[in-house]
């Protein structure tokens, strides 16, 4: 991946962080995005087994929205699929903006 040592590569793999696509070797796009900002946090002194929590909490997150859309996903037609699809991706959108807000609320109060 572009501008990241494969020490860090490895180090993230480790730690679940990124995946390789099956059967690539390759790495997706938000791989790329997770590799580039985890050597940008590495600079302040954070470590891929620093980065662990982000990903925990980030599983959490998921399932919960999973536990939401779920009902909706059982639907047969393609409409039915379209608007879990859509659901997901306002949750999503939702939840990345409570996230940050808690975040830069927590740190403002250092």
Request: hydrophobic share 45%; no cysteine.
């Amino acid at each position: 991946i572009a501008q990241v040592d494969e020490a860090l590569l490895d180090q993230l793999e480790q730690f679940q962080l990124i995946v390789p696509r099956t059967g690539t070797g390759h790495y997706d796009t938000d791989a790329l995005v997770i590799a580039q900002t985890a050597r940008e946090l590495a600079e302040f002194g954070f470590e891929p087994r620093h980065l662990r929590a982000f990903k925990t909490a980030a599983d959490r997150e998921v399932g919960l929205v999973e536990q939401v859309v779920a009902p909706h996903k059982r639907g047969r037609d393609a409409a039915a699929k379209a608007r879990a699809e859509e659901t997901v991706s306002e949750i999503a959108a939702l939840s990345v903006r409570l996230h940050a807000t808690l975040v830069k609320t927590g740190l403002r109060s250092m």
